[in-house]
Structures are given as C-alpha cells and as structure tokens.
C-alpha cells in the first residue's frame, strides 16, 4: 500500500517525466499488474514519458516501446524493444545438429549430454540442419544468454 500510494503522489503532479528506479520491485504479481496497468493509462497523454529501470524483464515486456540494455557500464542496445526480440531466436538441438561454425554465433551456449541450446541472431540461422528447433526469445532469453557473453 506504501508504494501505491507513492505512485498515486508522484502521478498527482502530472510530470511529463517520470524517472522510475525498480517501482514494482516487492509487489506480489496482481499489485505488480495494476501499477503497469496505471502507468500504462499514465502514458496515453501525449508527451508523457517514464524511464523504467528494473529487473523485472516481464514489466518491460508489458509496458516498454523502447530498451536501453546497459550490461558493464556498456550500452549494448537502445532502441525499440520489439525490434530487439525480432533480432534474435532460440535454437535447440542434438549434439549432432551443432555445426563447428555456428559455436562462435551462438550466445550464452549451453552443451550437455545429447545436445546443445542458446540464442543466435536470426541473420544468422542458415546453415543449421533441419532436425535444429528454433523459438521466439523473451526479454528474460536474452539477458541470461548475453550476460554470459564477455563484454570487450
């Protein structure tokens, strides 16, 4: 209730800008979804805009236009978040089905017994036998396989 009602002070002043740091951090998931829902109706006003830092990757999923991902002190992208997980899938396969040219594309690669997953630029998903499944990634997908990816 105390962050609600901090919410429900900020929003009275009707700022064009909002600097949110981790505001839903704490919220069981109902309360988590009403506070996107009243920032989500906050936003509809044109000129209105929230910087919304958090951890939470599925509140970015459900409110974010655009990502700014800073891993290290680094950008490592800033632009529209749907375009973001356009540019990626998740690929799985046998151990077989790992061609010795596609290791250095795939991020955040995970081999074990009988096969292998993680995450590769679509651009760059030719050449993988047909037997490879490939998914959608998440925001979630790809902060895990690009944190284990070392930033030069």
């Known amino acids: 209730m105390k962050i609600k009602l901090g919410m429900a002070v900020t929003l009275a002043h009707d700022a064009k800008l909002l ?33 919304f ?17 800073i891993k290290g002190g680094r950008i490592l992208y800033s632009g529209l978040k749907d375009e973001l997980i356009e540019k990626y899938c998740l690929v ?19 081999e074990y017994p009988g096969g292998f997953d993680g995450m590769i630029p679509i651009k760059d998903i030719a050449g993988f036998p047909g037997s490879v499944i490939t998914e959608t990634v998440s925001l979630d997908d790809i902060m895990v396989r690009m944190s284990k990816e070392v930033v030069a």
């Open 19 to 51: 600097l949110l740091d981790e505001s839903t951090s704490g919220l069981d998931p109902v309360a988590r979804n009403e506070m996107l829902g009243i920032l989500r109706d906050y936003m509809v006003e044109e000129g209105r805009t929230i910087f």
């Open 53 to 69: 830092s958090t951890h939470i990757t599925g509140d970015l999923e459900k409110i974010a236009d655009y990502i700014t991902y």
């Open 92 to 110: 799985k396969g046998g151990t077989e089905d790992l061609p010795l040219a596609k290791r250095k594309q795939i991020l955040g690669l995970r």
